[in-house]
Nanobody, 123 residues
Framework: QVQLVESGGGLVQAGGSLRLSCAASGRTFGTYVMSWFRQAPGKEREFVATISQSGRTIYYADSVKGRFTISRDNAKNTVYLQMNSLKPEDTAVYYC????????????????WGQGTQVTVSS
């Protein structure tokens, strides 16, 4: 029903910025809640940010508030994660997910997942 492909990851110096994109296929992108999760080596997958279908409801993990911004463009079937003031602890594989409840931070509530994109922040 929907396929997700992340892009925009890479290696960046601490304090720098990256913008991740998640491109979705399918005609019903606008009906899905979209979220970003991340997973660092040796750690469990953790919630980063979520955005409702209309974009009116947005939540962030405390660790990224004030630094990251989630947005979506339903006409382009794309969700974005703008990451500023990056820290080494932001290093992880970042995953795009679709289909959770509005405002959900639980990975087990999402139906569709991308393959992930690596973000590495050097100190």
């Amino acid at each position: 029903q929907v396929q997700l492909v992340e892009s925009g990851g890479g290696l960046v110096q601490a304090g720098g910025s990256l913008r991740l994109s998640c491109a979705a296929s399918g005609r019903t992108f606008g009906t899905y809640v979209m979220s970003w999760f991340r997973q660092a080596p040796g750690k469990e997958r953790e919630f980063v940010a979520t955005i409702s279908q209309s974009g009116r409801t947005i939540y962030y993990a405390d660790s990224v508030k004030g630094r990251f911004t989630i947005s979506r463009d339903n006409a382009k079937n794309t969700v974005y994660l703008q990451m500023n003031s990056l820290k080494p602890e932001d290093t992880a594989v970042y995953y795009c997910a679709a289909g959770g409840k509005i405002g959900s931070s639980r990975s087990d509530e999402y139906v569709y997942w991308g393959q992930g994109t690596q973000v590495t922040v050097s100190s």
